[in-house]
């Protein structure tokens, strides 16, 4: 019989605001075990006011207050209906972790900060667990850029003694973990730029769509050699690791000034071939600047779905043998929420969550803050 002392619930909501990702995994056997799994959408009300804190506006304080609840309570959901489909209680899980909802991610600057919302004491008092939150600021606070957090978890789960290994995901942000099979080499991991927040934020503009199905609309339209030129002249591309990003940087707005500076107006098609490009581009130099040609690539998050954005990834890097992280033992849709349930076990157990070859921090830190749940 299995140790319930095992059992974790991962929750993860990223840049895409498309919706919470719920897992129950198994962290006492290894491999680890993924119990089960679920998605739940937001609310469209709720969404739009995610959406609009991720930019500076009026009213802000009320907005986010009520979002902060909100949002847990919606967790709250997903988490009981979980334990439901498992049959199990909440007296057989050890903790939860929520990443929360990232709406303001800025590591640069006098004062960095990086905010994610959902109140972790409401998802305790409304599902009876221990809830682990809060996981990038004391990365911050030690000088780190307090993500990515995921290459950790990467790390434990997926390197490989025989064979170089890159994981990529491409969430809304895209970003990369680089595994060597020399174990006394660093993990290099960072985002690369824009993973399916720009995609997916066109296609919502022009044809009311979440999400562009397997690349279909980006496929019927010709990337643009202008546009592309212009994207890719922004600074962030070219600086060095440790860094990250956000909707900060990567939004409509900057898309719009971009589109003012060409000579003459392109297709909406066009367009979104161009921003898959432009994911595509970045990813590819990223992964090229490391001096590798025959690592493994891994992919997991939304764009494993992006079958045109693979066709492109593929092509580019042609000399790489890419899947997705199934071929591994864990499905790319839930490699993140998994991530965020092992960094809550790694903070009740007393361990440092964070690499800081990776996030520029200072030294090793016990990433969250614990909420107890039922007494």
Known sequence: MVSTDGYYIGLMSGTSLDGIDAVIVDYGQKPIRLIASATRSLPIELRQTLLTLTQPGDNEIEQLGQADVQFSQLQAEIVN?????????????????????????????????????????????????TVVADF???????????????????????????????????????????????????????????????????????????????????????????????????????????????????????????????????????????????????????????GLCDAEIYICGGGAHNDYLLERLQCLLDTFTITTTASLGLPADWVEACAFAWLAKRCLMQLPGNLPAVTGARGDRILGGIYPGSL
């Open 81 to 129: 209906d979980l334990l439901l489909q498992s049959k199990l209680q909440p007296i057989h899980i050890t903790a939860i972790g929520s990443h929360g909802q990232t709406i303001r991610h800025r590591p640069a600057g006098t004062t960095p900060f990086s905010l994610q919302i959902g109140d972790p004491n409401t998802l305790a008092e409304l599902t009876g667990i």
């Open 136 to 290: 990038r600021r004391r990365d911050l606070a030690a000088g780190g850029q307090g993500a990515p957090l995921v290459p950790a978890f990467h790390a434990e789960l997926f390197a490989s003694n025989d064979a170089d290994r890159v994981i990529l995901n491409v969430g809304g942000m895209a970003n990369i973990t680089l595994l060597s099979k020399n174990s006394s080499q660093p993990v290099i991991g960072y985002d690369t730029g824009p993973g399916n927040i720009l995609i997916d934020s066109w296609i919502g503009r022009h044809r009311q769509q979440g999400f562009d199905q397997r690349g279909d609309w980006a496929r019927s339209g010709q990337a643009d050699p202008q546009l592309l030129a212009l994207l890719l002249q922004l600074d962030y591309f070219d600086q060095a690791p440790p860094k990250s990003t956000g909707r900060e940087q990567f939004n409509l707005d900057w898309i719009d000034q971009q589109l003012d500076k060409l000579p003459q107006q392109i297709s909406a098609a066009d367009v979104q071939a161009t921003l898959t490009e432009l994911t595509v581009c970045s990813i590819t130099a990223s992964i090229l600047k490391q």
